[in-house]
């Protein structure tokens, strides 16, 4: 059947919200038993209201029941929930707070019953596996200035805690070296965030008292340079990520000489590393004493390498995966993770490689890819020729010159041939969250639900954006609401001008700091988008300052250029709330009633200001959810309800 002309943004699509809904999970985290090598992942499932559940991977089966949620609380954000080590997995549930452990059947709780207390970045002792590090967050006096972290050595027969560092605002990366006598950890304190300074911590331990002892800071330094994801190689040999060069590259600390050295010959213009949002994320692996799988960013694009630790060698892996996550190594030749092609959904991978491979002999073209847990059953039914490939476009900062990095996804579907005549397609410009953090690149459902119907689709990673170095990132520094908005008007005016968008016929959407992107976009450049969506979006600065949690309490000293009591006029300037009456395109605004991170009174502040002027604005919150949506009924209305606006506000047939 040959394809059909129609309109752009009018096309029929298979590819439908309980679809995406209902035959899709995502994989939280993952975790090989470094005894049995059996691997266990997080299954987080919206249609089971978003909870996380453990699974044995091989087996296909849940470790608990239906009303254990394996969620972290810790910095709200969360990560690292489980641990597994000889068959006994140990778990934070989301619920009660405790720590749990499985060792049958049903889980037995291992830590205090304080409801106020909150734990993650699990690491169980590997000649004492009843003896867990964690973080704590105590939140027995809730306000963010007096939440507090420590890292502490849970007994898991006795319940007690024992602290092992305490002083720091914030901890994470606690591990245990491979003989039990060493931890490392990395800390940092207010008013960086973990990229922008922190500090690499060893400490010897002695497991029969649970404690530490002569802590030295071997890396990192506050506010100019970031360590992140630091693990042990072996006993003597700890190896780190820092950014000192610009980018997150590869070190390594000899623990006898106490001397650190780069693993790289030179440093390279790749981040190995993701900013740390979440607790335990791993871009990097050991698959041996002098061995590291690893996953360097290039401009946004993903790879897959072998780095020997003793020369810096680097032996590429062919791969068709454009973005990877939560690496973990199985045994010396082969590890597991997280990937995405353009056109095959996230996937639990492992990855076998051949033995006794050198950079002399080229990269690696017969790595074997076994993919273990798919994250959508709804792929399988759906035609590849509907996922678009996305195109990685290095735009021009006006002025400056310099690179705006976007990804361009075209309008895709078979079934249909192009629009009416000379006709280009509307777009959907995405802003991400963060701000520090990046869309990768890789098929996105919520992507693909619009350009199967004609829609294209672009991610603007503005500058602040992580994956393109340091320099790239500190461009937001001072000027939150400045350059992302003006990044993000510039894509869809250069996008425009290529004549790969309808810059007449452009929806400009975001969450949480993208929603605030989005508010702030529409107030200081009204005619520049067709009209809008915020997702549990900021509109008043003040408030967020005064109102959110201790993580990013201090985050925006930094992105503003000064505290609220320093610079109020900046805050109050920048607060789309007090500019609504400048918002000219419709707006939809979406909503948790119980998000800790950008309160309901966000949204209401905003809304209140358009409706007073009568100006076109629709709200709407999602009751139980927080900080995004994990209910499939939720995500289902959020997309349709996305989806609808547009079409009513640029006069689609529905």
């Not at 965030?193 to 060893?202: I, K, Q, R, Y």
């Not at 353009?342 to 490689?353: C, F, G, H, Q, R």
């Not at 400045?482 to 400009?508: P, Y």
Request: charged share 20%.
């Amino acid at each position: 059947m040959a394809p059909t002309t129609a309109p752009y943004g009018t096309w029929k699509s298979p590819i439908v919200a309980d679809l995406i809904t209902q035959k899709t999970i995502s994989v939280a985290e993952v975790h090989v038993d470094p005894v049995t090598k059996d691997i266990f992942h997080g299954e987080s499932r919206p249609f089971e209201g978003g909870r996380i559940a453990i699974v044995n991977t091989k087996a296909g089966q849940d470790v608990f029941g239906p009303d254990w949620n394996a969620r972290s609380g810790v910095h709200e954000y969360g990560g690292s929930a489980f641990a597994v080590r000889d068959r006994v997995i140990y778990f934070t549930d989301f619920k009660t707070k405790r720590l749990y452990a499985i060792k049958n059947n049903a889980p037995e709780a291992v830590s205090p019953d304080n409801e106020n207390h909150r734990f993650g970045d699990l690491d169980i002792h590997p000649s004492q596996p009843h003896l867990v590090l964690s973080i704590l967050e105590d939140h027995t006096k809730p306000a963010p200035e007096d939440v507090v972290n420590t890292l502490v050595v849970i007994n898991t027969r006795t319940q007690a805690l024992t602290t092992i560092a305490q002083g720091a605002d914030f901890y994470s990366t606690g591990r245990f070296s491979p003989d039990g006598t060493k931890l490392s950890w990395i800390q940092w304190h207010h008013p960086d965030m973990p990229w922008e300074g922190s500090e690499l911590v060893v400490a010897d331990f002695d497991a029969s008292s649970s404690s530490a002892s002569n802590p030295s800071v071997i890396a990192g330094r506050p506010g100019d340079e970031s360590i992140n994801e630091a693990f042990w190689v072996s006993d003597k040999t700890l190896v780190y990520l820092t950014d000192k060069s610009g980018f997150y590259n590869p070190w390594k600390y000899a623990l006898e000489s106490k001397s650190h050295s780069p693993i790289l010959s030179k440093p390279v213009e790749k981040d190995y590393a993701e900013p740390a949002w979440l607790l335990g994320a791993s871009r990097w692996t050991a698959l041996d004493a002098n061995t590291v799988l690893v996953s360097p960013t290039t401009n946004g694009d993903v790879s897959l390498g072998l780095l020997r630790v003793d020369s810096g060698e680097f032996i590429e892996i062919k791969s068709p995966y454009v973005n990877v996550g939560a690496v973990h190594g199985v045994n010396s030749t082969s590890a597991v993770f997280v990937g995405v092609t353009d056109d095959t959904p996230s996937a639990l991978i492992k990855v076998t490689l051949p033995d006794n491979v050198s950079a002399a002999s080229g990269s690696i073209e017969n790595a074997v890819f076994e993919t273990l847990k798919e994250t959508s059953s709804a792929a399988a039914t759906i035609s590849k020729e509907l996922f678009p490939r996305h195109q990685s476009i290095a735009l021009q900062i006006p002025g400056s010159g310099a690179p705006l990095h976007v990804m361009y996804f075209p309008p895709t579907n078979p079934d249909y041939s192009g629009g009416k005549d000379s006709e280009l397609p509307p777009c959907v410009l995405n802003i991400h969250g963060g701000p520090t953090s990046r869309v990768a690149p890789g098929l996105s459902w919520t992507a693909t639900y619009f350009t199967s119907r004609g829609w294209a689709w672009v991610d603007v990673n503005y500058g602040g954006s992580s994956g393109y170095g340091r320099e790239y990132r500190e461009r937001l520094r001072s000027n939150w609401g400045i350059v992302d908005v003006n990044d993000s008007v510039t894509a869809a005016e250069q996008l425009s001008a290529r004549g790969l968008i309808d810059g007449k016929r452009v929806a400009i959407r975001g969450g949480s700091a993208g929603g605030y992107t989005v508010l702030a976009a529409v107030v200081t450049h009204p005619l520049a988008f067709t009209v809008a969506t915020s997702s549990y979006g900021i509109s008043d600065l003040a408030l967020l300052a005064s109102d959110t949690h201790k993580f990013e309490s201090r985050y925006l000293e930094k992105l503003m250029g000064g505290t609220l009591k320093e610079i109020p006029e900046v805050y109050r300037e920048r607060s789309p709330v007090f500019h609504a009456d400048k918002i000219r395109a419709p707006l939809l605004i979406l909503q948790g009633s119980i998000d800790a991170v950008v309160p309901p009174s966000q949204a209401e502040a905003i809304v209140k200001q358009i409706k007073e002027r009568d100006g076109k604005v629709e709200y709407i919150v999602f009751e139980g959810e927080g900080h995004g949506w994990r209910k499939a009924e939720n995500i289902k209305r959020a997309l349709e309800s996305e989806e609808g606006w547009y079409a009513k506000v640029l006069g689609f047939s529905q």
